[in-house]
């Protein structure tokens, strides 16, 4: 049985816990951290193409010169013929440059006008110099941004009086540029405003990395850890980046930073400095990181997702990412195909269809460290990397001390299960989870709690990280809440006789529970829990609501007014340290001297954030300020059950 301890506090310190906040829904502050919004990256690398409208592109046949000749279907255009003078329009603008035509065309018989026709294929514009605007002159596009019949354009479509018709609102002009580093390993993206500004920049994979087939491990990739084969490498912070990454993930929340260190601003939660890659479910599933948030400072213990606990910090105490990266020894790979067992012979072995990260990622000179570190590595037992084990928070003598959290993770290999059906990746493997969270001393945790998970097969469905708080129930729902705040409920006591053999939504839960009887003693509903043991379900449990269906409709009061917090998002700017240097190289008679010139070149970004604006009344959203609304027969309805009737 898989069983939550909360072990007694022993030492005496300033905390704050939040352990009963997590209920119902679960509380998912991290977006996936290392993964830029693939949708915004799009925008800001916006293209057109010189091509006809039909083909996708932005030209319209009929308002296109070549050297003074109007183009139409019968021109006589020679393919790749080169023209000083190309007149054309996009979007009302007209346009001229010089350059090439691509052009091809068929003659097809047209059967109802009993003659042949040319139909136009494709028709593009390779332009060789800028594009400028007829009448004034004033540059459209630079030729340095266009690539045969593609332009790629900063901010907007220019109009001819300076004005710009922007692609995405509220976003100033920049320059979006994507060039290989001098070692062709990174790909350095970026988009910069004119004042310096990054909107986002990165290094990601620019070069194949190729992956390596071993007899024992079976095929990995050396120095990459993310998990996930659902994104594109061009849009992840490079796991080996040596840049700090400045990026917007898919909940516009921003992200300063690496792989495996870094700051993340949400726009609602606050601000979290510290290391990130043990937020990965694979390797541990929380971290503790340094927290900003309405002008708080603490240390936020961070378990599945959502803030545990947290103990009050000082600015100062905030991490600095230089400092962290330079006292970092990261040597994490992962394998996407494990051979199982390892040390089988190849004609006994299965390749496993499921990814393992391993290797070492700790702070450096770990046995002697005092204060925030981090410790993760991994041992082999049955395939690489089965067994992972992780130390987070604060140290002394490389033991933890303070806030913290360690967990050991094990994969198993379920033989039962197709290792290559559609579901594998929750029923041929399972995790068991040995976890502590809190405050530590000496290396025993004194003030928290233990997770212990014997199979975390389905934690994408269920949450088995959070206290479920009610005896002999191991996991909470992580389904949609049936039940809200606004509705008040017809009530029935839990002695209802129709009660029995009928389903509750237990709150505290997030589940439905079948329920056997009730106990009048114990004013209590009987249930099953999930070691297949009778339970009590009574008043100290929350709230329980029956669900049934009626033949009729059903009327539901609640409030004709509920006050509405009007949120504004306001701009906040940052600037994180760095420094750029330049060599000269002078050659004298007898000897040649190199001078260095490091110049303080800071990485400049800004970021939203959601702060009341004001209080309102407003009508209630559920019954549009009637103070009643009707849910139609024959679908799921609740009523609260009183456990002291």
């Known amino acids: 049985m898989r069983r939550f301890s909360i072990v007694v506090l ?11 906040q997590q209920h119902v829904a679960d509380v998912e502050i991290f977006e996936t951290y290392y993964e830029m919004n693939p949708l915004l990256m799009d925008k800001m690398k916006k293209k057109f193409t010189l091509e006809l409208i039909e083909d996708g592109g932005l030209l319209e046949l009929d308002k296109i010169e070549l050297d003074g000749m109007k183009v139409t279907l019968e021109s006589n255009i020679e393919n790749r013929k080169k023209y000083k003078k190309i007149v054309f329009e996009i979007g009302g603008r007209k346009l001229i440059t010089s350059g090439k035509i691509i052009i091809s065309k068929t003659q097809v018989y047209n059967q109802e006008k009993k003659a042949h026709e040319y139909v136009m294929d494709y028709f593009n514009i390779w332009p060789e110099k800028d594009i ?71 290094q990601t994979i620019g070069s194949s990395r190729p992956g390596v087939t071993d007899p024992k491990i079976g095929y990995y990739e050396p120095g990459y850890f993310y998990p996930s084969f659902s994104f594109s490498s061009d849009r992840a912070i490079a796991p080996d980046a040596y840049e700090t990454a400045v990026i917007t993930l898919k909940n516009e929340d921003r992200y300063v930073g690496y792989s495996t260190t870094g700051i993340y601003h949400s726009k609602v939660y606050g601000t979290f400095t510290g290391y990130m890659l043990p937020l990965l479910k694979e390797i541990g599933n929380g971290s503790v990181l340094f927290r900003e948030f309405n002008g708080r400072y603490e240390w936020a213990l961070v378990v599945d997702g959502a803030i545990e606990m947290t103990v009050p910090a000082s600015e100062a105490d905030k991490p600095q990412l ?5 006292n970092l020894d990261n040597r994490v790979s992962i394998v996407r195909s494990p051979n199982y067992p390892m040390n089988a012979p190849a004609k006994n072995q299965i390749g496993l269809i499921y990814p393992v990260i391993f290797g070492e990622f700790q702070t450096r000179e770990f046995e002697s460290n005092s204060g925030y570190g981090v410790r993760y590595h991994t041992t082999d037992s049955l395939f690489k990397g089965d067994h992972g084990y992780l130390e987070v928070g604060f140290f002394k003598n490389g033991k933890l001390d303070g806030l913290g959290y360690r967990v050991k993770m094990v994969h ?5 299960f197709p290792h290559a059906s559609i579901d594998y990746e929750y029923k041929a493997y399972a995790k068991k989870v040995y976890a502590e969270a809190g405050i530590f ?3 025993n945790l004194k003030e928290g709690r233990v997770i212990d998970i014997p199979n975390d097969i389905l934690y994408k469905f269920y949450n088995q990280w959070s206290e479920p708080g009610i005896e002999g129930f191991n996991w909470i729902g992580r389904g949609e809440v049936p039940i809200d705040t606004l509705t008040e409920y017809e ?7 129709l009660i029995r053999n009928s389903e509750v939504y237990v709150e505290a839960l997030n589940r439905h529970l079948r329920v056997i009887d009730f106990d009048s003693d114990l004013k209590a509903l009987v249930v099953m829990d999930d070691d297949d043991q009778k339970t009590y379900l009574n008043e100290q449990s929350g709230r329980v609501f029956q669900r049934y269906k009626s033949s009729k409709t059903i009327t539901y009061k609640c409030p004709t007014t509920v006050e509405r917090a009007n949120y504004k998002e306001v701009t906040v700017n940052h ?7 330049s060599y000269r190289q002078v050659k004298g008679i007898y000897m040649t001297t190199y001078y260095t010139t490091t110049v303080y070149d800071p990485i400049r970004y800004s970021t939203k954030k959601s702060v009341v604006d004001s209080y309102e009344m407003v009508a209630c959203p559920k019954c549009n300020g009637e103070g009643s609304y009707y849910v139609g027969y024959m679908t799921d309805q609740y009523r609260l059950v009183d456990f002291k009737q």
């Open 441 to 443: 001393e000496n290396g």
């Open 132 to 202: 400028r605007f007829l009448e004034s002159g004033k540059v459209f596009a630079e030729k340095e941004n266009i690539a045969n019949e593609v332009v790629t354009y900063e901010g907007g479509l220019p109009f001819e009086d300076g004005s710009v018709e922007y692609f995405r609102e509220n976003v100033p002009p920049y320059i979006y540029s994507s060039q290989l580093d001098s070692t062709g390993r990174f790909a350095n993206i970026q988009a910069v405003t004119r004042s310096g500004d990054y909107l986002f920049k990165m």
């Open 575 to 581: 600037e994180i340290p760095r420094y750029t240097a």
């Open 10 to 20: 022993l030492i005496s310190v300033v905390y704050s816990s939040l352990f009963a």
């Open 322 to 326: 230089n400092e962290l990266m330079s």
């Open 412 to 416: 198993t290999y379920n033989p039962e």
């Open 491 to 497: 009530t029935i006591p839990y002695s209802y006789p």
